[in-house]
């Protein structure tokens, strides 16, 4: 280490993000005898679960496959209170983790990295920091999470509100009451459905403005039983085998069958079967809701029938019944009593669709040629995703390449590790692998293996930079492109699109053939050679050499 200083100190690997993925590399890197650095603009650990303190943010993947598998032990010895925990006790989760594991002494927190560049010459990134670090890695390393770019939309007026404002990316840490107030949400997506429930429990008054409803599966949470904790426990090592295996990197008990190919009456019996079980493994009731037109109308006219049922008022329950995409095409949602919530007379659904929030005022907003007026305003306006966080560090490659500039047309990456022209920095679960179509915990833990099995490659054979190469990284946007069109997902103008940022490039930016697929072809290709990356030798080396 040249120098001894934090702030001007070099070490193998800078890593941004202290969440779940950040955590698990530099266990993984100590485990090498690699030294690192992590940084976060956060006061702790946890990443999109340290931030997103939401009333009723809560996991939608089962408790006991959102967890790490590294630790067989850790496996063993931490206790979920909740089939689907909830962001409190998650956030315990990864302070234990951070605890057990002695993690906080390679960490700096309240720390935004605002700038990385690679130099030829040495073949080492420098970092910079908000905290004025200025350190240098052989590897940089995005751990910076799909969901952590906080939006919030440009209205006319935005900061002219008197009341709190508050965004469910970024909520306070102590508790928000809202006894006895107004209450206005700008938002229906996964955030809103969980928050709006629990905010109407105490508030005056509800106002929630929705310009796109979103489908939602209630999801049967409730206290998990030691029984049914012991029966994962027992063959944790298989089950997470078979995830790995799976589409999306869940056990969900799919059928090998499509909707279409059983009779009329069968098919509502296993739609109601699902619906009554609880939760995303709605969408593997059959093998085809994704692929078929006809398979997906029948799905969504039942989840439709459904919020017909539960809702009383039939003017409310057709905007709260999604048309406009097929479902699952957007992240299917995850509630707790959401579309009973507005049957309660002081729970009030405004459309926005046709009829555009004109501006934010003093004491609300307008929309329609209506003003509306809270004490309070919510945004659940959703994230930058995918990208908002990547782009958000300046980050220069080679020859004064900007990633940012690079991705103005859409993010390009090989397998969703690497962009070519930028040696040596790793994404973990970026743009162009499966991330957000999948179990996140599963995703995080094969993009750490690969890299850190990558870099014992690297480091064997004493090479000095990993580059993915233009033809490999073209291919492999086509393929991600190709695969996403076989399927009904580019129908909608989802984030998963990036359709919920004004000016952003219509791309489909997750892999959706397939959390097991995926991981064969990453390994395949780490066992042929890496093929598709460039490896380089040091710098001085070569030079020397010549």
Known sequence: MADASPKNAAYDVVIVGAGFAGMYLLHKLRGMGLTARVYDSASGVGGTWYWNRYPGARCDVESMQYSY??????????????????????????????????????????????????????????????????????YFVMASGCLSAARKPNFKGGDSFKGDVYHTGHWPHDPVDFTGKTVGVIGTGSSAIQAIPVIAKQAKDVWVFQRTPNFSIPSRNGPMSDAYAQSWKDVYPTRRDEARQTRNGVLANPNDIGAMEVDDATRQKMFEERWQSGGTTFMAVFNDLVLNQASNDQAAEFVRGQIRSIVKDPKTAELLAPKNHPIGTKRICVDTEYYQTYNQPHVHLVDIRNAPIDEITPDGLITGGQEYKFDVMVYATGFDAMTGALTAVDITGRDGL???????????????????????????????????LSNMMVSIEQHVDWITDCMAHMKSRQLATIEATREAQDAWVEHVNKTAYKTLYPNAASWYMGANIEGKPRVFMPYIGGVGRYREECATIAANGYEGFSLGAQASRAAAAE
Do not use: C
Not at 87 to 97: C, D, G, K, S, T
Not at 412 to 431: D, E, V
């Open 69 to 138: 598998s590294f630790s067989k032990e850790l496996e063993q010895e931490w206790k979920w209170s909740e089939l689907f925990a909830s962001q409190p006790e998650i956030l315990r989760y990864a302070n234990h983790v951070a605890d057990r594991f002695d993690l906080r002494r390679d960490m700096q927190f309240n720390t935004k990295v605002t700038d990385a560049s690679f130099d030829a010459g040495s073949d080492r990134w420098t970092v910079r920091t908000s905290a004025g670090d200025v350190v240098s890695a052989q």
């Open 402 to 436: 900007k990633l940012a500039a690079e991705w103005e047309a859409g993010p390009r990456t090989y397998l969703g590790l690497m962009s070519a022209g930028f040696p040596n920095l790793f994404m973990i679960t970026g743009p162009g692998s499966p991330s957000v």
